[in-house]
């Protein structure tokens, strides 16, 4: 059954727009250069994001939401503790980003 990855963040104030738009593009990107050991495929099945625009003002200051589909459990595992891209992605924002946020869940378990 499917996993959706909820990331959630906010960027340090004083990090310029061009910085923090070419951090999304980088974590978009993962969605490509994300690839099973096993397979030598893509397995982030879904990956998609942008700047907040809700009007609730529940925010909490995060700014940037973001969600990737994974297929398995052992997928999700390997993204977050072996996958050199995403390991590479995650230290090239440690110096931009303020707070982060993650959320995961599988559709319908309760």
Same mark, same amino acid.
């Given at each position: 059954?499917?996993? %959706?990855?909820?990331? #959630?963040?906010?960027? +340090? *104030?004083?990090? =310029?727009?061009?910085?923090?738009?070419?951090?999304?593009?980088?974590?978009?990107?993962?969605?490509?250069?994300?690839?099973?050991?096993?397979?030598?495929?893509? %397995?982030?099945?879904? #990956?998609?994001?942008? +700047? *907040?625009?809700? =009007?609730?003002?529940?925010?909490?200051?995060?700014?940037?939401?973001?969600?990737?589909?994974?297929?398995?459990?052992?997928?999700?595992?390997?993204?977050?503790?072996?996958?050199?891209?995403?390991?590479?992605?995650?230290?090239?924002?440690?110096?931009?980003?303020?707070?982060?946020?993650?959320?995961?869940?599988?559709?319908?378990?309760?």
């Amino acid at each position: 059954m499917a996993i %959706y990855h909820i990331v #959630l963040f906010k960027f +340090k *104030d004083l990090v =310029p727009t061009d910085e923090d738009k070419a951090a999304c593009s980088r974590m978009l990107a993962l969605s490509t250069e994300c690839i099973h050991p096993t397979s030598q495929k893509n %397995y982030v099945r879904f #990956l998609g994001g942008g +700047k *907040d625009n809700s =009007p609730e003002g529940l925010q909490n200051g995060l700014t940037h939401a973001f969600i990737a589909q994974f297929e398995t459990e052992e997928d999700r595992k390997y993204y977050l503790e072996e996958d050199p891209a995403h390991k590479e992605f995650v230290a090239s924002i440690k110096d931009i980003v303020e707070k982060v946020q993650v959320v995961d869940f599988t559709p319908d378990v309760f």
